[in-house]
């Protein structure tokens, strides 16, 4: 492995790709999966930890819970601002290594922090804000990536990076059941919590992840690399913010990658507070599974069939998806269908990753056509420019539009706690999940796949 900056870097050069870019940027590609798995478990331990504090003797009301849920998922949104623009300034070696150590915090604090009840909920609250670090290195990872692969290959590889990365999602849903009901690290990890159905380690949520973030920050500094061409600063990548289609991908983004996000986050409290006799906590990592697993198809379905195309049917689908649902919630006549509930979910999951992995298909088409339109006039020198500043332009909208998205994480959790103790029930905020799905299809068809369309992709 060689972890030094390349002298140089033509992934649109077949004979370079040949001779060994492509080689680089596979090893790449999975030592950012491999980061991104375990920043993602990290972000979204929390939403398993929350479910099993009133079992460990923490005694808050349903809607601090959905608060705790929610938080990782602000701190991360608000996190990937920053982290989007990171990489073009340090280098995604370094960045990689270094954002991936910092999960340290927060896991070593939950092991801490949990195993004594009387745990303070303003500590809580900060652990549950730290989480967010894992959130923030989506941002980062996903604008690397973007550099290292032609314009053919885009869809898939990012696709593979993120909806990869994303099992770490489904992962950690897995794993903290099983970690939490033994002793894994013997006396070193503390004693056991006293629970109703018999003792809970609920402190190895957070420390089994010690060993994988540790390995996974040394495997990225010793065998990533830093490429030469996409530094920039802040200056040059804030462009974006003037750019209408970077604010209409967030929207969409905000649809899919707000929906995995913020579902796989409540998924597991509403699961509990609205079918407390079905025994579904087990079952729930099989959402955020199906959506990360789903996420590289949709990146290879729009680098086949378009993304806008297999876009705008994917909202067509969430939005079927989010009736049923609404349907299948217990009412004040019927007890619900926890089957049908599980079934409809799934879709959601299985179509918000289809999604995500098209929409950011998207974007770097978006920009090239728009470039391309803006250049194709003034001669090889400024088509060769416009291609330039189409790559780089995309790189900080793939990180700030998953900033956004991020902030799905926080609202849809919330929106649950909200509507619940205002009105007994999760619907009214499944409603406006549903017609925000409806704002996202209607812009798909409008600005990118109408006949005399803006942008065609």
């Not at 040059?236 to 905000?254: D, G, P, S, T």
């Not at 049908?340 to 056509?369: D, E, H, K, Q, Y």
């Not at 991020?406 to 103790?421: C, D, L, M, Q, V």
Request: aromatic share 14%; proline share 6%; charged share 10%.
């Amino acid at each position: 492995m060689n972890a030094s900056p390349l002298s140089r870097w033509e992934p649109e050069n077949p004979e370079f790709w040949r001779a060994g870019g492509e080689r680089i940027a596979r090893r790449n590609l999975w030592l950012s999966v491999f980061a991104l798995l375990v920043s993602f478990a990290v972000w979204m331990v929390w939403s398993m930890v929350v479910a099993h504090l009133p079992q460990a003797g923490f005694r808050f009301s349903t809607n601090q819970l959905f608060w705790l849920a929610a938080l990782p998922a602000l701190s991360g949104a608000t996190l990937r601002i920053f982290y989007a623009f990171m990489v073009p300034m340090i280098g995604g070696r370094v960045w990689t290594a270094v954002s991936t150590a910092l999960l340290l915090v927060p896991a070593l604090g939950i092991g801490f922090a949990v195993q004594d009840s009387s745990t303070s909920y303003p500590a809580l609250l900060m652990l549950a804000l730290l989480c967010g670090l894992g959130g923030g290195n989506f941002a980062s990872s996903m604008a690397n990536i973007s550099f290292f692969f032609p314009d053919s290959l885009k869809g898939t590889a990012l696709g593979l990076n993120a909806g990869l990365g994303n099992l770490g999602v489904s992962l950690a849903q897995l794993v903290v059941p099983v970690a939490i009901a033994g002793s894994l690290f013997g006396p070193l990890a503390g004693p056991p919590q006293p629970a109703a159905a018999g003792e809970l380690w609920l402190q190895n949520a957070g420390f089994v992840w010690v060993p994988l973030i540790l390995a996974s920050a040394l495997a990225s500094w010793f065998g990533m690399n830093d490429l030469p061409g996409p530094r920039a600063g802040f200056a040059e990548q804030a462009v974006i913010f003037v750019r209408k289609h970077n604010w209409l991908m967030c929207w969409l983004y905000l649809g899919t990658f707000g929906s995995f996000i913020g579902y796989s986050a409540g998924f597991p409290l509403l699961l509990l507070t609205q079918f407390p006799q079905f025994d579904g906590l087990h079952y729930a990592f099989f959402g955020p599974l199906a959506g990360a697993l789903t996420r590289p198809i949709g990146g290879w379905l729009a680098d086949r069939w378009g993304g806008a195309r297999v876009t705008f049917w994917n909202f067509a689908a969430m939005v079927l998806a989010a009736l049923v649902t609404l349907q299948a919630l217990p009412g004040s006549a019927d007890a619900g269908s926890a089957g049908t509930f599980l079934v409809a979910f799934l879709m959601l999951f299985v179509t918000s990753g289809i999604g995500n992995g098209s929409i950011f298909r998207m974007i770097p088409a978006v920009f090239r056509v728009r470039h391309t339109q803006a250049g194709g006039t003034g001669g090889l020198p400024a088509q060769a420019r416009a291609r330039r500043e189409a790559t780089r332009e995309a790189a900080a909208v793939l990180g700030f539009t998953s900033a956004i998205g991020a902030y799905g994480g926080f609202f849809i959790p919330k929106s649950y706690g909200t509507s619940i103790a205002l009105t007994g029930s999760p619907a009214a905020a499944l409603c406006v999940f549903t017609l925000f799905y409806l704002s996202c299809a209607w812009i798909t068809w409008w600005f990118y796949l109408r006949r005399g369309a803006e942008a065609p992709c």
